[in-house]
């Protein structure tokens, strides 16, 4: 997960940006590789979903916000039952879906509950 760091303000961005929203023009941008864990801040649990992720349902969407501060939104791959506010979490690399005839698989980043670590 690459994002950006301002070293003028000690800001953290993800997605990366090229210019620093506080500091404008006299930021210095430098790209960051975030560590991906974090806190789930809410989620939500989807049981009716559209033709191309209907066979993932149920699954979980969350924001989260990324130990180093910014907040993205997330699928976390655990059980309904387990999803909790304030769970701890760590990127985990997955399928994200396939496209196209010939069902060409395109990958990235989902989370995990942190104690599911290896």
Do not use: W
Request: net charge positive; with cysteine.
């Amino acid at each position: 997960m690459i994002g950006t760091h301002c070293k003028s303000c000690g800001e953290y961005y993800f997605p990366p940006r090229t210019l620093c929203p506080n500091c404008r023009r006299t930021g210095q941008m430098e790209e960051h590789k975030f560590r991906g864990t974090g806190t789930v801040i809410t989620y939500t649990t989807i049981y009716s979903a559209t033709e191309d992720f209907e066979r993932l349902t149920p699954y979980n969407l969350a924001i989260i916000q990324l130990d180093e501060g910014p907040k993205l939104t997330g699928q976390v791959v655990c059980s309904p039952e387990n999803m909790k506010i304030g769970m701890r979490v760590r990127p985990v690399f997955r399928i994200l879906g396939k496209e196209g005839e010939r069902g060409i698989i395109y990958y990235g980043t989902k989370f995990a509950p942190a104690e599911d670590a290896p």
